[in-house]
């Protein structure tokens, strides 16, 4: 653990050219830029050790949904040409080891502090530099301030009355334990039925005594279908890895290039065929699923054909009819975040497997012994909260972020973030969010979200250096666009019409805002003509 090392580049102690808040994907590759640009930097991390959201998130059972060969930084050829990647969907030690090895060999853990958490950050006018306070007390003093703190990183405990009662260890997903937890001959229960719930509870049920999931929504789910990785296809890839990420940076997800949506509507087709349609894509297994049709994501009536063929598998692996019919969700299919799956509704079919619905008995509270619902009380030896993250904002806001004349970011987005680009907020001169709302960040492969941000901010600095700048800053003017264009552009798809993390609609008291930006080619054209036209949108000085 480093702290206060800063003399790089002759600069006093504790002084830098940027300090980038978190060393997670985003963060480890700004460094590398910013060493690139012959620029001082400093990260703040606060757990011990690189790779963000895949540090915390080692629930039994953690894998990306994202295909190992796009999951993957592409700016270093040699890196992306050695790393071999054993299945189709990287667990989450696995991605750690990879993102420990891209530290190791780029030498990155010299310029971060470790086990640092960033309490403020305060714009000093006079000096046009942030003042950066960690929670034990140090300081440091930057030009630019870069905040990779991640989407998903600031975990959502539900207040429920009596937690503190009870009487056996309480875990959440998106901080578990890195010795592990065994679950062997325990009653657990388990509270959420998101993606690491539904990656987590096939795994438990295997270990566990009795498992109880406790679900408040219903989900949607497609078959992952892991497996080893095709060595041919990687060697295909690999051919021309360069030609392989461009393709993915024109869908509008920033992936699946080599499985893109079929340009059909889908109510063009008979039943038969759209049956047949939706199997196809059932049977290759995870994403590739939502481009059956070319408007599941915008057109209510398709996006029912679609729901309805998952439910109609759900019912078909579901041996108790009533227990498939609490797992059959009503919603707009792909509203909430999409979720893939590994025997998630086969587990369901386990005598130690029990369904608890919370729409029928919520929980009215937490127990010594376990949980209590309306009806019953459900003793338990431990608690399990699947229960998501305050996304997108969250960890931003728990930050103490002040800009020019005192203007806190939590006042500025009392009713929901406003920004520019995703990427600046008027106000808050040199201070980049890295695949901030209003970006396509969490709708995209995040891997390439972070790399069109931190190269495109990177591109900024340099364009600053060498035009005497010190000072960038967007208008008014342009956030205001902004944030009108991507409500417009959320409001062209089903997204904002049912409640799920994207609107913030999870966490209690939270504006109901959609945070990200749907299409990904777009958005990156348009950051690409910003900056062909010598940052319009921005003040420099
Ligand atoms: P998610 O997707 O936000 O899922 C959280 C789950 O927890 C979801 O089923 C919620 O139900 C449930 N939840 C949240 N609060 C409560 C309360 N108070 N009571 C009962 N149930 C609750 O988080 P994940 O960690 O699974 O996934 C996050 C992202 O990681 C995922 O989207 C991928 O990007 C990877 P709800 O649906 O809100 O009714």
Request: with cysteine; proline share 5%.
């Given at each position: 653990?480093?702290?206060?090392?800063?003399?790089?580049?002759?600069k006093?102690?504790?002084?830098?050219?940027?300090?980038?808040?978190?060393?997670?994907?985003?963060?480890?590759?700004?460094?590398?830029?910013?060493?690139?640009?012959?620029?001082s930097?400093?990260?703040?991390?606060?757990?011990?050790?690189?790779?963000?959201?895949?540090?915390?998130?080692?629930?039994?059972?953690?894998?990306?949904?994202?295909?190992?060969?796009?999951y993957?930084?592409?700016?270093?050829?040699?890196?992306?040409?050695?790393?071999?990647?054993?299945?189709?969907?990287?667990?989450?030690?696995?991605?750690?080891?990879?993102?420990?090895?891209?530290?190791?060999?780029?030498?990155?853990?010299s310029?971060?502090?470790?086990?640092?958490?960033?309490?403020?950050?305060?714009?000093?006018?006079?000096?046009?530099?942030?003042?950066?306070?960690?929670?034990?007390?140090?300081?440091?003093?930057?030009?630019?301030?870069?905040?990779?703190?991640?989407c998903?990183?600031?975990?959502?405990?539900?207040?429920?009355?009596?937690?503190?009662?009870?009487?056996?260890?309480?875990?959440?997903?998106?901080?578990?334990?890195?010795?592990?937890?065994?679950?062997?001959?325990?009653?657990?229960?388990?509270?959420?039925?998101?993606?690491?719930?539904?990656?987590?509870?096939p795994?438990?049920?295997?270990?566990?005594?009795?498992?109880?999931?406790?679900?408040?929504?219903?989900?949607?789910?497609?078959p992952?279908?892991?497996?080893?990785?095709?060595r041919?296809?990687?060697?295909?890839?690999?051919?021309?890895?360069?030609?392989?990420?461009?393709?993915?940076?024109?869908?509008?997800?920033?992936?699946?290039?080599?499985?893109?949506?079929?340009?059909?509507?889908?109510?063009?087709?008979?039943?038969?065929?759209?049956?047949?349609?939706?199997?196809?894509?059932?049977?290759?297994?995870?994403?590739?699923?939502?481009?059956?049709?070319?408007?599941?994501?915008?057109?209510?009536?398709?996006?029912?054909?679609?729901?309805?063929?998952?439910?109609?598998?759900?019912?078909?692996?579901?041996?108790?009819?009533?227990?498939?019919?609490m797992?059959?969700p009503?919603?707009?299919?792909?509203?909430?975040?999409?979720?893939?799956?590994?025997?998630?509704?086969?587990?369901?079919?386990?005598?130690?497997?029990?369904?608890?619905?919370?729409?029928?008995?919520?929980?009215?509270?937490?127990?010594?012994?376990?949980?209590?619902?309306?009806?019953?009380?459900?003793?338990?030896?431990?608690?399990?909260?699947?229960?998501?993250?305050?996304?997108?904002t969250?960890?931003?806001?728990?930050?103490?972020?002040?800009?020019r004349?005192?203007?806190?970011?939590?006042?500025?987005?009392?009713?929901?973030?406003?920004?520019?680009?995703?990427?600046?907020?008027?106000?808050?001169?040199?201070?980049f969010?890295?695949?901030?709302?209003?970006?396509?960040?969490?709708?995209?492969?995040?891997?390439?979200?972070?790399?069109?941000?931190?190269?495109?901010?990177?591109d900024?600095?340099?364009?600053?250096?060498?035009?005497?700048?010190?000072?960038?800053?967007?208008?008014?003017?342009?956030?205001?666009?902004?944030v009108?264009?991507?409500?417009?552009?959320?409001?062209?798809?089903?997204?904002?019409?049912?409640?799920?993390?994207y609107?913030?609609?999870?966490?209690?008291?939270?504006?109901?805002?959609?945070?990200?930006?749907?299409?990904?080619?777009?958005?990156?054209?348009?950051?690409?003509?910003?900056?062909?036209?010598?940052?319009?949108?921005?003040?420099?000085?």
């Open positions: 653990m480093e702290k206060n090392a800063g003399e790089s580049n002759g006093s102690k504790n002084k830098f050219d940027i300090v980038i808040v978190g060393a997670g994907i985003s963060g480890m590759y700004m460094l590398y830029k910013m060493r690139e640009l012959g620029l930097a400093r990260v703040l991390e606060k757990g011990s050790g690189v790779g963000g959201t895949w540090y915390w998130n080692r629930y039994p059972g953690a894998r990306c949904d994202t295909d190992t060969l796009e993957s930084y592409s700016f270093c050829e040699e890196l992306q040409q050695e790393w071999e990647w054993p299945e189709r969907y990287p667990t989450q030690p696995e991605i750690l080891r990879y993102l420990n090895h891209v530290a190791d060999r780029f030498d990155l853990r310029d971060i502090s470790f086990d640092t958490k960033v309490a403020a950050a305060t714009f000093d006018e006079s000096a046009g530099r942030w003042c950066v306070r960690t929670e034990d007390g140090m300081e440091l003093s930057a030009q630019f301030l870069v905040m990779g703190t991640g998903l990183s600031s975990p959502n405990t539900p207040r429920i009355e009596g937690t503190d009662s009870f009487e056996g260890p309480i875990y959440h997903t998106g901080k578990w334990p890195h010795e592990g937890v065994d679950f062997t001959g325990k009653r657990v229960g388990i509270i959420g039925t998101g993606s690491s719930g539904v990656q987590s509870i795994v438990i049920a295997k270990e566990a005594d009795e498992l109880f999931v406790f679900q408040r929504t219903p989900q949607y789910a497609i992952a279908r892991n497996g080893p990785v095709d041919e296809a990687v060697a295909e890839i690999k051919a021309d890895y360069a030609g392989f990420r461009a393709r993915n940076r024109l869908e509008p997800s920033a992936q699946l290039s080599h499985y893109p949506a079929n340009d059909v509507p889908a109510l063009e087709v008979d039943d038969t065929e759209r049956d047949q349609m939706y199997q196809e894509r059932w049977d290759v297994g995870g994403f590739p699923f939502y481009g059956a049709f070319n408007d599941i994501l915008i057109n209510q009536e398709a996006n029912d054909t679609a729901a309805e063929f998952v439910r109609s598998k759900i019912r078909s692996v579901v041996t108790d009819p009533e227990v498939a019919e797992l059959c009503p919603h707009t299919i792909a509203c909430k975040r999409a979720i893939i799956d590994t025997g998630y509704f086969e587990t369901y079919n386990r005598s130690n497997v029990h369904l608890v619905d919370l729409q029928s008995t919520p929980i009215e509270a937490i127990t010594a012994n376990g949980i209590r619902t309306s009806d019953t009380e459900y003793e338990l030896d431990c608690i399990v909260f699947a229960t998501g993250f305050d996304a997108m969250g960890t931003l806001l728990k930050i103490d972020i002040q800009g004349g005192g203007l806190s970011l939590r006042e500025k987005w009392e009713a929901g973030p406003r920004n520019y680009l995703g990427l600046s907020v008027p106000g808050f001169p040199n201070l969010t890295v695949t901030g709302p209003g970006s396509p960040s969490v709708l995209t492969n995040m891997v390439v979200a972070i790399e069109q941000h931190v190269e495109w901010i990177t900024c600095i340099k364009y600053m250096g060498e035009h005497d700048h010190d000072s960038i800053e967007a208008t008014q003017k342009a956030e205001d666009e902004w009108e264009h991507v409500n417009a552009v959320a409001a062209t798809t089903l997204y904002p019409t049912c409640t799920s993390w609107l913030g609609a999870n966490i209690p008291g939270k504006p109901r805002v959609f945070m990200p930006l749907p299409g990904f080619p777009d958005y990156a054209a348009k950051c690409e003509e910003v900056a062909a036209k010598k940052y319009e949108g921005f003040d420099l000085t």
